[in-house]
């Protein structure tokens, strides 16, 4: 009897344990004005790494609250390249009645690692937004999101997803093997 195993039955090798020497609360630290205490976690499955921070407003303000999350999967995950594509030739298309100084694509659509794209989020009394971008080797999608909700005379931590996202995609183009 002869039994035939193919290797696609087996899982993909998971995410680089490289990345936890990147993604660290310096990093997220680094990433912030005003940066108040926070817990740091990470959470490892098979094909994603999450990293998450909770800024933590201390009892007097309950209602308060910040958080981070780094998430990375395989390339086309988090970032879609048809999609990108897509609508970076809608966002393209609608700047072309727009001067200069005022088109969306720079910002939307930001020179990080292969491919990037920004996303917002406001609502009353909170908001947040995202950054996802393709690692320069179009191996990885990493994301960058957070998000706040802050009563009126509370300072908080304010997160710079883009520049936390060009320190990971430099810090990464930098390993050995990539």
Not at 77 to 103: F, G, I, M, S
């Amino acid at each position: 009897m002869l039994i035939v195993v193919a290797c696609a039955l087996w899982p993909k090798p998971d995410i680089p344990a490289s990345l936890d020497s990147i993604i660290t609360e310096e990093l997220v630290r680094s990433g912030c004005k005003n940066a108040l205490p926070f817990s740091f976690t990470t959470e490892h499955t098979i094909g994603r790494r999450t990293y998450h921070a909770d800024f933590e407003f201390g009892p007097e303000h309950p209602e308060c609250s910040t958080f981070v999350t780094i998430t990375i999967c395989r390339v086309g995950k988090l970032l879609d390249p048809a999609e990108y594509e897509t609508t970076k030739k809608q966002v393209r298309e609608k700047d072309k009645k727009n001067p200069p100084d005022r088109q969306l694509e720079p910002l939307m659509f930001p020179a990080i690692g292969k491919r990037a794209m920004v996303g917002l989020v406001l609502g009353p009394g909170g908001g947040g937004d995202w950054l996802v971008f393709t690692t320069s080797d179009g191996r990885f999608d990493i994301k960058v999101e957070q998000g706040n909700r802050w009563s009126e005379g509370v300072e908080g931590p304010i997160v710079l997803c883009d520049r936390i996202a060009r320190d990971i995609c430099s810090k990464y183009d930098s390993l050995e093997g990539n």
